[in-house]
């Protein structure tokens, strides 16, 4: 396979879109016991009035919020895959910035690090608050279940 940001992004979704599709189905089988589908049901509208105007609304906003976790755990795979050497070596990522703070020599050069390192910590835990806050946001009960 050639090194480039394509094949990555391909390697990426082939690991991951398993719990992706877990996710979205566990959320469609909860939505389709929730009463105002089967209500939907009992007055008889058709099956694809009940996808398009009452399980897909409600059941978007949560796979949002989990798109954030999982954009967090990508930055994290792609970090790791290049770190281990195995991505596009033409371009620069903060796992090849990681990578290239072991010398040679395989002297450790801990000022190297800090900063990629930093900017992986930061940007995940960016992006895992932004989910949080959406979750929150969307489902206020559960905010007052986990104080």
């Avoid at 394509?6 to 009463?35: K, S």
Wanted: a positive charge.
């Amino acid at each position: 396979l050639p090194r480039n940001t394509y094949v990555m992004m391909a390697i990426i979704g082939c690991v991951t879109w398993t719990g992706a599709a877990r996710y979205i189905r566990a959320e469609f089988y909860r939505l389709r016991n929730q009463d105002f589908v089967q209500s939907a049901r009992a007055v008889g509208l058709p099956l694809r009035s009940i996808l398009f105007r009452h399980m897909l609304p409600n059941g978007v906003t949560p796979v949002l919020v989990d798109s954030s976790f999982a954009i967090a755990a990508a930055i994290l795979f792609e970090a790791v895959i290049s770190y281990l050497g195995l991505g596009d070596l033409s371009q620069a990522s903060w796992g090849r910035l990681l990578r290239d703070a072991t010398g040679e020599a395989g002297a450790f050069q801990w000022w190297v690090a800090v900063y990629p390192g930093l900017a992986i910590f930061l940007t995940v835990l960016a992006y895992n608050l932004i989910g949080e806050a959406l979750r929150d946001a969307i489902d206020p009960k559960l905010k007052k279940a986990r104080v």
